[in-house]
């Protein structure tokens, strides 16, 4: 029979519109504004005394929250308004030291019945609901420092392998590479050595230097500076590097549309819109941790060739005072390709398991075998901190960054290493996991210090965004208006089809995790048009047919058919299109093809099943010799 769709299509068409009402319903419950504390290293724990600290500090100021949730890990207090956000940063700020990370949420509100099965609002970007802006500074002169610093070992033993005796080598306050000769003529053989060696050290960046030679005071000197072009290239290189390991790190946080790129000379920009853990956001993002591995030092080495250092664990620390490991470092965190958390199968303590590149595996088995064997191999754990507060708690002037390295592990060699092995000492699971992350991404080629923390709204305002609102519904007011008056019984199908394409287009994209922004909105309110103009190409086809002088149901049942293939191939080009937007497009354009091509597809589906389901409800199986249309 024309005009009836079998029990399954109309179970399928409810099943879908309860579903869509279901996991879009989600996007009801605004998030509570609120402050989250979390420990600065994943070893620190929360507890009832930080808490109370906490709560004491917005009294005393008259800050209003509610909601206190207390977890091992973090502190999450609501407030009561928005506007009280940053007033609770910095008092809380002002009673925790700096081993604890004040960050402003979030915290949302769905009830736990949606959650349980999934469903959560749908994230908003940057420029309606607002999110995370953080201002990096990379620290490219640790970088040039540290690669001059590491240039004078290597001259002064190519300098004793060619019997050229100097008087030092060193590097100086002005960032020049210094050696004083006896002669001139050792200074002029050294002078081809000093070339050799800084040309091979350079030869990845294509660095060059400046040579200068004097005479002062019967010593011969060769001072050598790296060029200014040397020094761009080298902090080009730098802040690329962080760029790709700040990618990394946001990829493994899971954050939808983030933006993540370069500002200035020094600088990068990261945008997490939508983000609700943003205490650890910033805690992996911008923490520089690293590892190193050194030879434990021989007992009669020379002071110059050994640097001691402390355990990162108190009680071994206490027991053995620290222990002195060689200058020369084997391999860095650079070097790692794999780090995956876990347990001892032993000890059943957290460990982190390694692998190496090609590189570093060959390194680590030329450093490990042979006489060192029997030796102990050291990981020092590297950390470099920012301290806004002295010993007292008082703020200072200005954030002083200082470099913190400690020994995690000091094991005794049994048999050459390779590519893959593990590290133990750490203090928690927790803090394995984060380890693991931060190798994983990849390592900071730079420190970095935070200039700029924010958390952004509306770029266009509240009071913008509730016009542009209230003209949408107005939009779709006058759109039902029309579609009733001038389609009348075909009208309410369609207006039917529409709410329901709106419902599942949310639905899906809260299922999917899409962040929504204002060109999002575009896209939405063009789905709409779409999804009508399909309808009013199926009617205008059905109005055809009945002046064909077709019978009413073989009208309805050729006006669907029939304009299907029109409307295929409009929302198949047009799918095309979106596809390619996202293809080559960033940021907002993304946004914008993500959001019409779920559109497209959503409105295939209400426009077509949608709208036929209701006018077969309504005309199918019955005698009809006039369509209100």
């Known amino acids: 029979m024309l005009n009836r769709y079998p029990l399954w299509k109309y179970l399928l068409v409810v099943a879908i519109l309860v579903l869509s009402l279901v996991y879009s319903a989600a996007n009801l419950y605004a998030p509570d504004p609120a402050i989250q504390i979390s420990g600065a290293s994943s070893a620190l724990e ?174 011969f000197y060769i001072r050598v500076r790296m060029t200014e072009e040397a020094i761009r290239e080298v902090e080009d290189y730098t802040v690329a590097q962080n760029l790709t390991t700040l990618r990394n790190r946001v990829n493994e946080l899971g954050v939808s549309e983030p933006i993540v790129q370069r500002q200035g000379r020094k600088r990068i920009v990261v945008e997490l819109p939508g983000v ?20 434990e030092a021989k007992p009669r080495a020379s002071s110059t060739s050994k640097e001691k250092f402390e355990y990162r664990d108190e009680d071994e ?66 950390e470099y901190k920012t301290r806004t507060q002295d010993k007292k708690g008082r703020p200072l002037e200005k954030p002083v960054q200082i470099i913190e390295k400690k020994i995690i592990s000091l094991a005794t060699i049994q048999s050459a290493l390779n590519a893959q092995f593990r590290i133990t000492g750490l203090n928690s699971p927790a803090e394995a996991s984060e380890l693991a992350l931060l190798l994983r991404a990849g390592a900071l080629a730079a420190p970095m210090t935070f200039v700029q923390e924010s958390t952004i709204g509306p770029s266009l305002g509240e009071e913008n965004i509730k016009l542009g609102v209230i003209s949408v519904q107005l939009g779709l007011a006058l759109v039902f208006i029309f579609m009733l008056l001038y389609y009348r019984v075909f009208g309410f199908a369609a207006n039917f089809a529409l709410v329901f394409n709106l419902v599942l287009l949310v639905a899906i994209m809260s299922l999917l995790g899409a962040t929504l922004t204002l060109p999002g909105i575009a896209g939405i309110v063009l789905t709409v048009g779409m999804a009508v103009d399909a309808n009013v ?19 309805i049942d050729a006006g669907f058919n029939r304009a299907f293939t029109t409307i295929l191939d409009a929302n198949l080009t047009t799918l095309i299109v979106a596809v390619i937007l996202y293809g080559i497009g960033t940021g907002p354009v993304k946004g914008f093809a993500i959001t019409l091509a779920i559109g497209i597809l959503t409105s295939m589906f209400t426009a077509i099943w949608g709208t036929r389901a209701v006018v077969n409800l309504v005309y199918g199986g019955r005698s009809v010799q006039k369509l209100w249309i």
């Open 276 to 295: 609700q853990d943003t205490a650890e956001a910033k805690r992996i993002i911008g923490k520089t941790a690293n590892l190193e591995f050194r030879l």
């Open 46 to 219: 929360m507890n009832t005394l930080t808490l109370g600290k906490v709560t004491k500090a917005l009294k005393a100021n008259d800050i209003e929250y509610f909601g206190e949730t207390l977890t091992n890990k973090s502190i999450l207090v609501r407030l009561r308004d928005k506007d009280q956000q940053l007033a609770a940063k910095e008092t809380i700020k002002g009673v925790l030291r700096d081993n604890y990370v004040v960050a402003l949420n979030m915290a949302p509100t769905t009830p736990h019945w949606l959650r349980n099965i999934g469903a959560s609002p749908m994230k908003l970007g940057l420029d309606l609901s607002g999110g995370v802006h953080f201002l990096l500074e990379v620290n490219t002169d640790t970088v040039v420092s540290d690669r001059l610093k590491s240039i004078p070992a290597k001259l002064k033993e190519r300098l004793r392998g060619e019997n050229i005796r100097y008087r030092s080598v060193s590097v100086n306050q002005s960032g020049q590479i210094v050696g004083v000769f006896k002669t001139a003529e050792l200074r002029d053989k050294a002078s081809s050595v000093f070339r050799s060696e800084l040309s091979q050290a350079s030869h990845s960046l294509a660095a060059q230097y400046t040579y200068e030679r004097t005479e002062e005071m019967g010593n």
């Open 317 to 382: 620390q206490r027991a053995t005072g620290g222990a002195y490991l060689e200058r020369k470092v084997v391999i860095n965190g650079t070097n790692v390709s794999s780090a995956q958390a876990g347990f001892g199968p032993e000890s059943n303590l957290p460990e982190v398991n390694i692998s190496l590149d090609s590189e570093g595996g060959a390194k680590m088995h030329r450093n490990t075998r042979g006489s060192n064997v029997g030796r102990r191999l050291g990981v020092l754990f590297i």
């Open 537 to 555: 190409l199926i009617f205008s086809r059905i109005k055809e047919e009945l002046k064909q002088g077709l019978s009413p149901q073989m009208a």
